[in-house]
């Protein structure tokens, strides 16, 4: 597994469970809709009161599990970035990403309280454990800074 092979795996899940820390320090986990860029930033929508958002912007730290045996495929990327809410042109361009895999949420865009949360890697595994032994790779933020655009 390469840079672009991750990508293009995290791109064929439109769906990830994204974990984050409570104020009483416990974890918290939820499934959401995501959009993968070539950068490997995650961007999902969320109500802005809900658990995730408070956990976030009090503690930024976040956790993805992308793919999985709930789909019947024994391949894995668990991410683990910074998150926060980019605004502007930023917001801007992560949108139109987000809206090529979730046209519906420009619908939701619109909606009181609706806000959008971007997470850049720090660090992913991906795990295949199709394979005999099952393959496992690492990827820090440098590594993946080397991943070619898509």
Known sequence: MNPAGLLRFMREHPLAVESSVSADRR????????AVSDAFEVVFDADA??????NL??????AFVIGGTAS???RTAQYEGIADEPEGPELERLL?????V???????R???GITFVRARPRWIRYTDFRADPPEAVEFD??????????
Do not use: H, M, T
């Open 57 to 62: 912007r009090r503690e930024p730290g976040i």
């Open 72 to 74: 019947g495929d024994e």
């Open 49 to 54: 009161g809900s658990r995730k958002v408070a």
């Open 102 to 108: 979730f046209p519906d949420g420009r619908e939701r």
């Open 27 to 34: 974890p918290q986990s939820a499934v959401v809709g995501i």
């Open 141 to 150: 933020r440098a590594a993946l800074e080397l991943a070619p655009e898509s």
């Open 110 to 112: 619109s909606r009181p």
């Open 96 to 100: 139109e990403l987000y809206f090529e």
